[in-house]
């Protein structure tokens, strides 16, 4: 059974500073990894979406990585603004794109 | 630009009473699925369906729980009889076909969610 594991469960950090956000998990028969971002009370907005054969995706600030073999994936996020301040979600996805989350993280990022 | 719709927003219900939830995903999706969050973890799938068919349902609490989704499109996710334990945010989401090439067809796309209080 897949377990995703998200270290640190919180993060609090000011304005400009870069992070990254670790995921494991424990089954690396993956198809592919999304990254979310979950605003309180609102639903979740894909971020990056890393395919099995790849190593890493960009979108503007965000950087995600995947290492499959060993269950990790990290997601790096440059220059934080306070706009960034969301729970963060990883996901790996099966063959039949059924997601297994973990339980975020919560960025705080202090004007 | 297309939403997946969610509705209500907010249920506030007695435990033993029926709720449903409804999902219209985005227009062309065959795929849609419904989650379920506990405050403070990360979404748990509960049912998916291509078109009207179920794809996979093993974490639907089937004493209580029922799905569907009849022409493809729409789709309902019932309690009856809600418990207390099944106060949580119940997401809806949908993607695009699942079969063939692209990353595309793998990006989830949810709704608000709807909140539900049983008390």
């Known amino acids: 059974k897949q377990e995703v594991t998200q270290i640190p469960a919180a993060l609090s950090v000011p304005e400009g500073e870069n992070l990254v956000l670790n995921c494991s998990f424990t089954?690396?028969?993956?198809?592919?990894l999304q990254w979310f971002r979950q605003d309180p009370g609102k639903g979740l907005t894909s971020l990056l979406l890393?395919?099995?054969?790849?190593r890493e995706q960009t979108s503007g600030r965000l950087n995600a990585s995947l290492d499959k073999s060993s269950g990790r994936s990290t997601l790096y996020i440059a220059a934080s603004q306070p706009g960034d301040s969301a729970t963060y979600l990883c996901?790996?996805?099966?063959?039949?794109?059924?997601?297994?989350f973990g339980t975020g993280t919560l960025l705080a990022v202090q004007p | 630009e297309a939403e997946v719709a969610q509705s209500p927003r907010y249920k506030i219900t007695e435990k033993s009473q029926a709720v449903a939830f409804w999902c219209d995903p985005i227009?062309?999706?065959?795929?849609l699925y419904w989650y379920r969050q506990i405050l403070g973890q990360g979404p748990e799938l509960l049912v998916q369906?291509?078109?009207?068919?179920?794809?996979?349902d093993s974490q639907l609490p089937k004493d209580r729980f029922s799905a569907e989704r009849l022409k493809g499109v729409d789709s309902t996710l019932k309690i009856q009889p809600a418990e207390l334990g099944d106060s949580a945010m119940y997401l809806c989401?949908?993607?695009?076909?699942?079969?063939?090439?692209?990353?595309?067809?793998?990006?989830?796309?949810f709704g608000a969610g709807t909140r539900l209080s049983v008390l």
């Open positions: 890393i395919q099995s054969s790849q």
């Open positions: 089954d690396s028969a993956i198809y592919n």
């Open positions: 996901a790996p996805g099966g063959a039949t794109n059924k997601l297994i």
């Open positions: 989401a949908s993607s695009p076909r699942t079969s063939g090439s692209g990353v595309a067809k793998n990006i989830q796309y």
């Open positions: 369906f291509q078109d009207e068919s179920v794809v996979d």
């Open positions: 227009s062309g999706h065959a795929t």
